[in-house]
T-cell receptor
């Protein structure tokens, strides 16, 4: 079993729809969770971080964390073509809230007009 | 501009050649990391340095060596390049505050022929 696993893609949604990206992790002591966006040929950029169970909203993005189910998700409301990218879920390891991250394999999102 | 600078951006090597990838950050971060990214594999940790003077192996260290030259610089060396090391390499840095995640460099596209 992979340490961090994301829902297989690619995911295609129409403009204006909600895109839902999911991630599960295996290390029960993980404390910090991140979503990165990576455009083709570019480096990953941090878009959301979450540490406590529940929802965290930032503009059109909502991260959801459920530590009991070892599950973290990212919702993108009112999806735009500019949201088309690969989304990477990342989780800290070793029980610390900072430090080395383990990444999922990424989910490719395409938002079509 | 503040950030993580990687050099070179592109490199083609012949099998058996050696090279060093350079990385420098100017954000006074304690921790630095080297990842490789292959299609469908996400980002995999090669080596990391939690603080100046320390280095540790990550998930895929074979065939690589690193040097934390000072707090700013963290280099990755391929002693005898192999075609399996064809990849995109990213350097990243972070501090202990969890909210900020990683800052990534722009990447090095390495092809070994």
């Amino acid at each position: 079993q992979k340490e961090v696993e994301q829902n297989s893609g690619p995911l295609s949604v129409p403009e204006g729809a909600i895109a839902s990206l999911n991630c599960t992790y295996s290390d029960r002591v993980s404390q910090s969770f991140f979503w990165y966006r990576q455009y083709s040929g570019k480096s990953p950029e941090l878009i959301m971080s979450i540490y406590s169970n529940g929802d965290k909203e930032d503009g059109r993005f909502t991260a959801q964390l459920n530590k009991a189910s070892q599950y973290v998700s990212l919702l993108i409301r009112d999806s735009q073509p500019s949201d088309s990218a690969t989304y990477l879920c990342a989780v800290t390891s070793g029980g610390t809230s900072y430090g080395k991250l383990t990444f999922g394999q990424g989910t490719i999102l395409t938002v079509h007009p | 501009n503040a950030g993580v600078t990687q050099t070179p951006k592109f490199q083609v090597l012949k099998t058996g050649q050696s090279m060093t990838l350079q990385c420098a950050q100017d954000m006074n971060h304690n921790s630095m990391y080297w990842y490789r990214q292959d299609p469908g594999m996400g980002l995999r940790l090669i080596y990391y340095s939690a603080s100046e003077g320390t280095t540790d192996k990550g998930e895929v260290p074979n065939g690589y060596n690193v040097s934390r030259l000072n707090k700013r610089e963290f280099s990755l060396r391929l002693e005898s390049a192999a075609p399996s090391q064809t990849s995109v390499y990213f350097c990243a840095s972070s501090d202990r505050h969890p909210n900020y995640g990683y800052t990534f460099g722009s990447g090095t596209r390495l092809t070994v022929v």
